[in-house]
C-alpha cells in the first residue's frame, strides 16, 4: 500500500503535469494542498464517485479554483467518470476539466469557483441547506439529513470583503457541520502577502463565533487528522482549521515563492520536481497501487447504501415526510398541482384589478405561493420591511432552530446572493433573495455567477427607479436594468401590476435552470384591463396590452411603472386619431425566446415609429424601437424629489409619451 506521501504525491505530480501541458494555470495551490487533501478524501469525505448527485454526500468545495487541478486530481484518482485524458486537455475547450471548477461539467465539482471568497460564501449556503433540512426533516433515531460541508480558501479568499458578510453570519447561525481548510502560506500572485495582509485570522474568526484551529501543519498529516477530528467534535461552531503550507511544495526552486502561483513551472523544473518526490513515472502515469490507494468507489458504493437502508426505516416510520424529500431534495420536482394552483392565482389577481405598488403585488404572490411550496426559503439583506418579503408563515432560520422558512441576512448584499448559490446548488430549496435595485451592484458578481451556473435562484430587487423618490440619485438605479438584462441565461422581470407580477413569480419558481430577477416598485400602480388571453399571454414576455382596429400607426412599448401613463399616451393619441398599439413587455428575455412569427405579430417590421418607454437608460430598447424609432428613458443619474415631481420633471407622462410618438409620425 504506498504511504500517503506517495498518494499526496499523485496530485502535485498530476496537476504540475497538466499545466505544463497547458501550458497555463496555477500548479503552486495543488502542490501546497495535496496532504490536506489526501487526508480529508481518504480518511473523512462521504461521497460515491459512481454518484456525485447521491443528496446525503459531504460537500467539497475548492474557494481558490485557481488551483482546479487539486480537484481535478481527486475526482480522476478516486474513480468520478473524469478519465485521464480530460486531465490531458486541461483548460482546453469543450474539456470536462476548464481553467476553473465549474459546476454542470464536471462531475464531482459542487460549485463554480475562481472568483476569490465566492466558494467559501457558497459553502456558507450549502452548510445552513444541510441545517436547515435536517431541522425540517430529521426525526428522532432518523438522521437523514447528515452530511458535512468542507471548504478549502485561501489568502485571497480570506481578503475579498465577501468573506466577512459570509463567514460573520456562518459564526451567528452555528453552522457546525462546515469546516473551512485556511491555507495559510503567505502567497498571492503579486508576492508575499505580509505587505498587504497582515489580519490576525484566527482572531478574526474567534469574533465571528468560529472554532478556530490555528499552526496547522499543513504537510503533516497525523496533525490534518487530528483536526478534523477536533472540527468534527465541535458541533455548535462553524471551524476554521489555519494550515500552514509551501505554496509549490516539491519544486526545489520555485516551492515558497509567488513563481509557482499562476504558470507553468517549465520543463527542467517539472523534471526535478519528479526527481525531488521520488515519482519515478512519466508524465500522466499513475501506477497501479496509487490508483489502488485512491479508490473510493466501494467505499462510496457501500456508504451510500448504508444511508438508503436508513432512508427506507425513514420512509417506513415518515412516509409523507420521505415522500415530500423524495420530491424536494432528491427529484427536485414541483407538486404537480402546483401550476394549476398557480394559474388560477394569476386569474384572480386579474379579476380584483387591485392598484398597489408591484412590491406590494409581490407580496401578495409571496403569500400564495409559499402556502403551496414549502420549499420556499426566503430572505433579504435587511430592508425585509420595505421589500416586502415577510409573509405570515415566515418564521426565521436561528442558531438554535433551524426549522424555519426565512433568513435575515443583515446588511450583506453580496454574502446573501453568493449564500443563494450555495444553497440552491445543495438542493431542497426554492430560494429568493431581496435587496433593492440600486443594491444590486453590491451582489453583482454572485448574481453573474448564479447565470453561469444556470442556478434558479430568485432574486427580488424593489425601489426600481426614480419614482423611489426623495432618498435620491444615490438609491434611484438607472443603469442596471440594462445590465441585468445583458447577462446571459438569466431572466429579468419589471412587471406593471398584480397579475403581471404574479405570473413573474410563477415563472420564476419553474425554472430549473437559469436565475429570475424580479424588480418591482416603491410606488402605486394601477390595474390594467386584460381578456383571458392577454393574461396567459403575459408568460411570454411581450404582448399586445390594447390595440387599435388594423395595422398600427406607431407602436408604444413598456414595462413597470411607466405601462400605464403609455395607455394614457395611446388614449391620447387615439383620441386625436391616431391608430396606436400598446404592448407591454415585462420580461424581454422571454419575448426574444418566442417564435418569429408570435415577434412580427406583436411588432410588426412594417411599423416603424416605435417607442419605449421605462425610467431606466434606454440602449438596450434599440432593438426593437429600431433606428426610425424614439426611447423615453434616462441618460443622467436622478435627483432628490418626491416620485411623482420626478417622474414629470423626467417626461415619464403621458403627454411626453405622447409628444414623442407625435414626432415620429
Given at each position: 500500500?504506498?504511504?500517503?506521501?506517495?498518494?499526496?504525491?499523485?496530485?502535485?505530480?498530476?496537476?504540475?503535469?497538466?499545466?505544463?501541458?497547458?501550458?497555463?494555470?496555477?500548479?503552486?495551490?495543488?502542490?501546497?494542498?495535496?496532504?490536506?487533501?489526501?487526508?480529508?478524501?481518504?480518511?473523512?469525505?462521504?461521497?460515491?464517485?459512481?454518484?456525485?448527485?447521491?443528496?446525503?454526500?459531504?460537500?467539497?468545495?475548492?474557494?481558490?479554483?485557481?488551483?482546479?487541478?487539486?480537484?481535478?486530481?481527486?475526482?480522476?484518482?478516486?474513480?468520478?467518470?473524469?478519465?485521464?485524458?480530460?486531465?490531458?486537455?486541461?483548460?482546453?475547450?469543450?474539456?470536462?476539466?476548464?481553467?476553473?471548477?465549474?459546476?454542470?461539467?464536471?462531475?464531482?465539482?459542487?460549485?463554480?469557483?475562481?472568483?476569490?471568497?465566492?466558494?467559501?460564501?457558497?459553502?456558507?449556503?450549502?452548510?445552513?441547506?444541510?441545517?436547515?433540512?435536517?431541522?425540517?426533516?430529521?426525526?428522532?433515531?432518523?438522521?437523514?439529513?447528515?452530511?458535512?460541508?468542507?471548504?478549502?480558501?485561501?489568502?485571497?479568499?480570506?481578503?475579498?470583503?465577501?468573506?466577512?458578510?459570509?463567514?460573520?453570519?456562518?459564526?451567528?447561525?452555528?453552522?457546525?457541520?462546515?469546516?473551512?481548510?485556511?491555507?495559510?502560506?503567505?502567497?498571492?500572485?503579486?508576492?508575499?502577502?505580509?505587505?498587504?495582509?497582515?489580519?490576525?485570522?484566527?482572531?478574526?474568526?474567534?469574533?465571528?463565533?468560529?472554532?478556530?484551529?490555528?499552526?496547522?501543519?499543513?504537510?503533516?498529516?497525523?496533525?490534518?487528522?487530528?483536526?478534523?477530528?477536533?472540527?468534527?467534535?465541535?458541533?455548535?461552531?462553524?471551524?476554521?482549521?489555519?494550515?500552514?503550507?509551501?505554496?509549490?511544495?516539491?519544486?526545489?526552486?520555485?516551492?515558497?515563492?509567488?513563481?509557482?502561483?499562476?504558470?507553468?513551472?517549465?520543463?527542467?523544473?517539472?523534471?526535478?520536481?519528479?526527481?525531488?518526490?521520488?515519482?519515478?513515472?512519466?508524465?500522466?502515469?499513475?501506477?497501479?497501487?496509487?490508483?489502488?490507494?485512491?479508490?473510493?468507489?466501494?467505499?462510496?458504493?457501500?456508504?451510500?447504501?448504508?444511508?438508503?437502508?436508513?432512508?427506507?426505516?425513514?420512509?417506513?416510520?415518515?412516509?409523507?415526510?420521505?415522500?415530500?424529500?423524495?420530491?424536494?431534495?432528491?427529484?427536485?420536482?414541483?407538486?404537480?398541482?402546483?401550476?394549476?394552483?398557480?394559474?388560477?392565482?394569476?386569474?384572480?389577481?386579474?379579476?380584483?384589478?387591485e392598484a398597489m405598488p408591484s412590491r406590494k403585488a409581490s407580496l401578495k404572490s409571496i403569500e400564495a405561493y409559499n402556502k403551496l411550496l414549502p420549499e420556499m426559503l426566503g430572505g433579504s439583506a435587511d430592508l425585509a420591511g420595505s421589500n416586502l418579503t415577510i409573509w405570515d408563515g415566515s418564521t426565521p432560520i436561528t442558531k438554535e432552530d433551524a426549522s424555519g422558512n426565512y433568513i435575515y441576512y443583515g446588511v450583506r448584499e453580496f454574502g446573501m446572493s453568493?449564500?443563494?448559490?450555495?444553497?440552491?446548488?445543495?438542493?431542497?430549496?426554492?430560494?429568493?433573495?431581496?435587496?433593492?435595485?440600486?443594491?444590486?451592484?453590491?451582489?453583482?458578481?454572485?448574481?453573474?455567477?448564479?447565470?453561469?451556473?444556470?442556478?434558479?435562484?430568485?432574486?427580488?430587487?424593489?425601489?426600481?427607479?426614480?419614482?423611489?423618490?426623495?432618498?435620491?440619485?444615490?438609491?434611484?438605479?438607472?443603469?442596471?436594468?440594462?445590465?441585468?438584462?445583458?447577462?446571459?441565461?438569466?431572466?429579468?422581470?419589471?412587471?406593471?401590476?398584480?397579475?403581471?407580477?404574479?405570473?413573474?413569480?410563477?415563472?420564476?419558481?419553474?425554472?430549473?435552470?437559469?436565475?429570475?430577477?424580479?424588480?418591482?416598485?416603491?410606488?402605486?400602480?394601477?390595474?390594467?384591463?386584460?381578456?383571458?388571453?392577454?393574461?396567459?399571454?403575459?408568460?411570454?414576455?411581450?404582448?399586445?396590452?390594447?390595440?387599435?382596429?388594423?395595422?398600427?400607426?406607431?407602436?408604444?412599448?413598456?414595462?413597470?411603472?411607466?405601462?400605464?401613463?403609455?395607455?394614457?399616451?395611446?388614449?391620447?393619441?387615439?383620441?386625436?386619431?391616431?391608430?396606436?398599439r400598446v404592448v407591454s413587455m415585462p420580461c424581454t428575455s422571454l419575448f426574444d425566446q418566442q417564435s418569429k412569427d408570435y415577434q412580427e405579430q406583436v411588432l410588426p417590421r412594417s411599423v416603424k415609429a416605435r417607442v419605449s418607454v421605462e425610467a431606466a437608460h434606454g440602449d438596450q430598447w434599440r432593438k426593437y424601437v429600431g433606428l426610425d424609432g424614439a426611447t423615453v428613458s434616462l441618460d443622467t443619474f436622478g435627483e432628490s424629489g418626491k416620485g411623482g415631481?420626478?417622474?414629470?420633471?423626467?417626461?415619464?407622462?403621458?403627454?411626453?409619451?405622447?409628444?414623442?410618438?407625435?414626432?415620429?409620425?
Amino acid at each position: 500500500m504506498p504511504s500517503r506521501t506517495e498518494l499526496a504525491n499523485a496530485i502535485r505530480v498530476l496537476a504540475v503535469d497538466a499545466v505544463q501541458k497547458a501550458n497555463s494555470g496555477h500548479p503552486g495551490a495543488p502542490m501546497g494542498m495535496a496532504d490536506i487533501a489526501e487526508v480529508l478524501w481518504n480518511d473523512f469525505l462521504n461521497h460515491n464517485p459512481q454518484n456525485p448527485h447521491w443528496a446525503d454526500r459531504d460537500r467539497f468545495i475548492l474557494s481558490n479554483g485557481h488551483g482546479s487541478m487539486l480537484v481535478y486530481s481527486l475526482l480522476h484518482l478516486s474513480g468520478y467518470d473524469l478519465p485521464m485524458e480530460e486531465l490531458k486537455n486541461f483548460r482546453q475547450l469543450h474539456s470536462k476539466t476548464p481553467g476553473h471548477p465549474e459546476l454542470g461539467y464536471t462531475p464531482g465539482v459542487e460549485t463554480t469557483t475562481g472568483p476569490l471568497g465566492q466558494g467559501l460564501a457558497n459553502g456558507v449556503g450549502m452548510a445552513l441547506a444541510e441545517k436547515t433540512l435536517a431541522a425540517q426533516f430529521n426525526r428522532d433515531g432518523h438522521d437523514i439529513v447528515d452530511h458535512y460541508t468542507y471548504v478549502f480558501a485561501g489568502d485571497g479568499c480570506l481578503m475579498e470583503g465577501i468573506s466577512h458578510e459570509a463567514c460573520s453570519l456562518a459564526g451567528t447561525l452555528g453552522l457546525g457541520k462546515l469546516i473551512t481548510f485556511y491555507d495559510d502560506n503567505g502567497i498571492s500572485i503579486d508576492g508575499e502577502v505580509e505587505g498587504w495582509f497582515t489580519d490576525d485570522t484566527p482572531k478574526r474568526f474567534e469574533s465571528y463565533g468560529w472554532h478556530v484551529i490555528p499552526n496547522v501543519d499543513g504537510h503533516d498529516p497525523a496533525a490534518i487528522k487530528a483536526a478534523i477530528e477536533a472540527a468534527q467534535a465541535e458541533t455548535a461552531k462553524p471551524t476554521l482549521i489555519c494550515c500552514k503550507t509551501v505554496i509549490g511544495f516539491g519544486s526545489p526552486n520555485k516551492a515558497g515563492s509567488h513563481a509557482s502561483h499562476g504558470s507553468p513551472l517549465g520543463d527542467d523544473e517539472v523534471a526535478l520536481v519528479r526527481k525531488q518526490l521520488k515519482w519515478e513515472h512519466g508524465p500522466f502515469e499513475v501506477p497501479a497501487d496509487v490508483y489502488e490507494g485512491w479508490d473510493a468507489k466501494a467505499k462510496g458504493a457501500a456508504t451510500e447504501k448504508s444511508w438508503n437502508e436508513k432512508f427506507d426505516a425513514y420512509r417506513q416510520a415518515h412516509p409523507e415526510l420521505a415522500a415530500e424529500f423524495e420530491r424536494r431534495v432528491i427529484k427536485r420536482e414541483l407538486p404537480t398541482d402546483f401550476a394549476a394552483k398557480a394559474n388560477e392565482f394569476i386569474k384572480q389577481c386579474q379579476e380584483k384589478k387591485e392598484a398597489m405598488p408591484s412590491r406590494k403585488a409581490s407580496l401578495k404572490s409571496i403569500e400564495a405561493y409559499n402556502k403551496l411550496l414549502p420549499e420556499m426559503l426566503g430572505g433579504s439583506a435587511d430592508l425585509a420591511g420595505s421589500n416586502l418579503t415577510i409573509w405570515d408563515g415566515s418564521t426565521p432560520i436561528t442558531k438554535e432552530d433551524a426549522s424555519g422558512n426565512y433568513i435575515y441576512y443583515g446588511v450583506r448584499e453580496f454574502g446573501m446572493s453568493a449564500m443563494m448559490n450555495g444553497i440552491t446548488a445543495h438542493g431542497g430549496f426554492i430560494h429568493y433573495g431581496a435587496t433593492f435595485l440600486m443594491f444590486m451592484d453590491y451582489a453583482r458578481n454572485a448574481v453573474r455567477m448564479s447565470a453561469l451556473m444556470k442556478l434558479p435562484n430568485i432574486f427580488v430587487y424593489t425601489h426600481d427607479s426614480i419614482g423611489q423618490g426623495e432618498d435620491g440619485p444615490t438609491h434611484q438605479p438607472v443603469e442596471h436594468m440594462a445590465t441585468l438584462r445583458a447577462t446571459p441565461n438569466s431572466d429579468i422581470w419589471r412587471p406593471c401590476d398584480a397579475a403581471e407580477t404574479a405570473t413573474a413569480w410563477k415563472m420564476a419558481i419553474e425554472s430549473k435552470d437559469h436565475p429570475s430577477v424580479l424588480v418591482f416598485s416603491r410606488q402605486g400602480l394601477n390595474a390594467l384591463d386584460r381578456t383571458s388571453e392577454q393574461v396567459e399571454a403575459i408568460a411570454r414576455g411581450g404582448y399586445i396590452l390594447s390595440d387599435c382596429e388594423g395595422e398600427p400607426e406607431v407602436i408604444l412599448m413598456a414595462t413597470g411603472s411607466e405601462v400605464d401613463p403609455t395607455v394614457a399616451a395611446a388614449n391620447l393619441l387615439s383620441d386625436k386619431g391616431r391608430k396606436v398599439r400598446v404592448v407591454s413587455m415585462p420580461c424581454t428575455s422571454l419575448f426574444d425566446q418566442q417564435s418569429k412569427d408570435y415577434q412580427e405579430q406583436v411588432l410588426p417590421r412594417s411599423v416603424k415609429a416605435r417607442v419605449s418607454v421605462e425610467a431606466a437608460h434606454g440602449d438596450q430598447w434599440r432593438k426593437y424601437v429600431g433606428l426610425d424609432g424614439a426611447t423615453v428613458s434616462l441618460d443622467t443619474f436622478g435627483e432628490s424629489g418626491k416620485g411623482g415631481d420626478l417622474m414629470k420633471h423626467f417626461g415619464f407622462t403621458a403627454e411626453n409619451i405622447a409628444k414623442t410618438a407625435e414626432s415620429l409620425l
